[in-house]
């Protein structure tokens, strides 16, 4: 009995909920970029006569308020594969009233959920079972809901919202309005938010540089897409013309880790590509053939305003010809436009 007991109280201490703690901080520079912090005084928790100020990994309790004043906070609900994030937008104010639930009473907060929450904001109450939305107010409360489903409560009035809805509710018991459509802009502003190292979704831009060994390669310039897939995953697309001996139209997909400025990754590109051959009899000819290569990729990014992004990165890698296989290191700099 007693080795069942302590393989009980094993089990249950092993599943139980992690403490929330902070995950990422940001701050609103004096140009109105918002960059990120490891610590901040703009974001506090008050605990008992204590006011904290947040920092990166700070544990958080139960019965803690948070308020932000020009700082946004990611809170970590829970660890490993399983987490989840509550987003604190600016001149906010939340008590983490429990386990799996917070009270509301500013500002707006975003949920990124995959278990039963409970959300009070006054009076409305929104309860979910696993989804991703946002509760604004005070007046009216708004909730809208970028996936899964959520119910939202106002005395005796109940609403079922799906992704791609949202209800408001003027508090007080006076009832929720029926679901209507949530415009896809309002939607990717949302999403938008939860980008927290001061990059955006989406980029768009040129890639330029000469440096490639062993020998110097050709100018390149090329055109690339890059978006944003997961908070750390992002596709980068690329195509466009280089020009050296002859000309290549290089095609390449790209998938990395992104941590803040920072992304590794790697690339595979297929190649369009012109060569000069001599004849036998000593003539030249012009040939199209195609190539395919494999890199790694090292790449640092710096925004340079609220849109305007500057990267550099380095690659290696092996190209594979009909006839030959190389083996090749390039480095390159660029410039885009962040939506």
């Known amino acids: 009995m007693r080795l069942l007991f ?5 089990l249950c201490a092993s599943t139980a909920w992690a403490k929330p703690i902070v995950g990422a901080l940001m701050v609103q520079d004096a140009r109105g970029r918002w960059v990120p912090v490891t610590e901040t005084a703009e974001a506090t928790a008050t605990r008992g006569d204590q006011r904290i100020p947040l920092k990166i990994s700070t544990e958080l309790e139960y019965g803690d308020e948070l308020r932000t004043y020009n700082a946004r906070v990611e809170i970590i609900w829970t660890e490993g594969e399983d987490a989840e ?68 409560r106002d005395g005796e009035s109940e609403e079922r919202v ?33 980008f927290m190292d001061g990059f955006a979704a989406t980029e768009l831009g040129v890639m330029a540089g000469g440096l490639q060994l062993p020998q110097s390669g050709p100018v390149a310039a090329q055109l690339y897409g890059q978006f944003r897939l997961a908070k750390a995953l992002q596709l980068r697309a690329e195509s466009g013309v280089l020009s050296g001996d002859g000309i290549q ?19 595979g ?9 001599d004849c036998p009899d000593g003539c030249d000819a012009s040939l199209w053939g195609l190539s395919a290569s494999g890199a790694g990729v090292l ?7 609220a849109r305007l992004v500057a990267s550099g990165d380095l690659s290696a890698g092996i190209t594979a010809f009909p006839d030959d296989i190389q083996a090749f290191g390039a480095g390159r700099v660029g410039i885009g436009v962040a939506f």
């Open 269 to 277: 590109q297929v190649s369009l590509y012109q060569a000069q051959k």
């Open 162 to 194: 799906t992704a791609g809805q949202f209800v408001t509710a003027a508090g007080g018991g006076a009832g929720v309005t029926a679901a209507s459509n949530w415009s896809r802009s309002a939607r990717r502003a949302v999403k938008g938010n939860t």
């Open 85 to 152: 994030q509550v987003y604190v937008w600016e001149y906010a104010q939340v008590t983490l009233t429990g386990e799996r639930s917070v009270m509301q009473q500013m500002g707006d907060l975003y949920f990124q959920l995959r278990n039963s929450f409970s959300i009070q904001y006054g009076t409305v109450e929104t309860m979910v079972d696993g989804t991703a939305f946002t509760v604004k107010g005070p007046n009216p409360v708004e909730v809208g809901v970028t996936e899964g489903v959520v119910r939202v």
């Open 249 to 267: 139209l290089p095609q390449t997909l790209e998938l990395s880790y992104r941590l803040g400025g920072l992304a590794v990754g790697g690339r």
């Open 299 to 305: 790449r640092y990014s710096v925004p340079l305003s």
């Open 6 to 10: 302590a393989m009980l109280m094993w």
